[in-house]
């Protein structure tokens, strides 16, 4: 399969991402490109156009996922954020409010149609 087929995962937590990325090849939603950091992210990216990306919004020491959102959105590459942030504390600027959020853990049919419809 080539990378406009690929789902970029953008998660720093190695286990969530390897639990996450199984589960979305036992749903046939595969490949899924595995990243830890915006900087990769936006390095894949370079090269890469994926039909989604699943970004975990808190990415460690410091760093959201917010610029590479902005990023994806100015793309066209439809995204959601993975968080363990409720709403109420997660706060976005308005341009990305309209992303869809899935609460960690996950429950990975929800994030599959969601998938499924891009």
């Given amino acids: ?28 939603q ?6 830890s950091n915006a900087k990769a992210a936006f390095a894949y990216l370079e090269g890469a ?15 959201t996922s917010e610029a590479l959102a902005h990023a994806l959105l100015d793309r066209g590459i439809p995204f959601a954020f993975l968080t363990g942030y409720s709403e109420a504390t997660m706060t976005l ?4 409010l309209a992303a ?3 609460s960690k853990p996950c ?4 994030v599959v149609a969601w998938l499924d419809g891009k």
């Fill in 49 to 63: 156009t994926p039909r989604a990306a699943l970004l975990d919004f808190n990415l460690g020491r410091g760093e």
């Fill in 1 to 28: 399969m080539s990378a406009d087929r690929d789902i970029l995962l953008v998660e720093d937590e190695a286990f969530i991402a390897i639990e996450t990325e199984m589960a979305l090849q036992d749903y046939q």
């Fill in 93 to 96: 600027p308005d341009r990305l």
């Fill in 107 to 110: 429950h990975v049919e929800e």
């Fill in 30 to 35: 595969g490949p899924v490109r595995v990243v």
């Fill in 100 to 102: 869809p959020r899935f």
